[in-house]
T-cell receptor
Framework: RKEVEQDPGPFNVPEGATVAFNCTYS??????FFWYRQDCRKEPKLLMS???SGNEDGRFTAQLNRASQYISLLIRDSKLSDSATYLC???????????FGGGTRVLVKP | DVKVTQSSRYLVKRTGEKVFLECVQD?????MFWYRQDPGLGLRLIYF???????EKGDIPEGYSVSREKKERFSLILESASTNQTSMYLC????????????FGSGTRLTVV
């Protein structure tokens, strides 16, 4: 089992629709969770941290389910500019480093 | 804003050359990382460093070495470049602890011919 696993997609989403996807992680002791966004041929950029109680940033909502060991990202009212790969990042390994999932590709279409 | 600067955006090198990729961050971060990213393989950790003159192997260190002589600078060295090292190389930095995630440089797309 991979340490951080994501559905690679692509998720084809009509503009204005809602899309949600999950990421599972292997270490029940993990404490830090993030979603990053990566555009084609660009570097990953931090989208949002994921807090235990769940958190929202505009049209984006992140949730953490510790019992089932997954985090989720929901995008409401999708825009064409939301088309990107979304990377799940978790501190599954010991020490001061984070582990990246393979990414979920989202394509928003008119 | 934290800035992580990678010295080259695109680089073309010949097989067997020694290649230096430079990364500089300006926010006094303790931790620095080198990744490579290839289609279908995601981000793979090559080396990382938690302090000056300190380095640790990541998941794929073979064929690479690193140097961290100053806190702000972390260099990746390809001892003898090979075609299978053609990739996008990404440098990242973070403060101690996981609270803030990583900040990435804009990447160096290296082609070895």
């Amino acid at each position: 089992r991979k340490e951080v696993e994501q559905d690679p997609g692509p998720f084809n989403v009509p503009e204005g629709a809602t899309v949600a996807f999950n990421c599972t992680y292997s270490n029940s002791a993990s404490q830090s969770f993030f979603w990053y966004r990566q555009d084609c041929r660009k570097e990953p950029k931090l989208l949002m941290s994921v807090y235990s109680s769940g958190n929202e940033d505009g049209r984006f909502t992140a949730q953490l389910n510790r019992a089932s060991q997954y985090i989720s990202l929901l995008i409401r009212d999708s825009k064409l500019s939301d088309s990107a790969t979304y990377l799940c990042v978790v501190d599954v390994a010991a020490g001061n480093k984070l582990t990246f999932g393979g990414g979920t590709r989202v394509l928003v279409k008119p | 804003d934290v800035k992580v600067t990678q010295s080259s955006r695109y680089l073309v090198k010949r097989t067997g050359e020694k290649v230096f990729l430079e990364c500089v961050q300006d926010m006094d971060h303790e931790n620095m990382f080198w990744y490579r990213q290839d289609p279908g393989l995601g981000l793979r950790l090559i080396y990382f460093s938690y302090d000056v003159k300190m380095k640790e192997k990541g998941d794929i260190p073979e064929g690479y070495s690193v140097s961290r002589e100053k806190k702000e600078r972390f260099s990746l060295i390809l001892e003898s470049a090979s075609t299978n090292q053609t990739s996008m190389y990404l440098c990242a930095s973070s403060p101690t602890g996981h609270l803030y995630g990583y900040t990435f440089g804009s990447g160096t797309r290296l082609t070895v011919v």
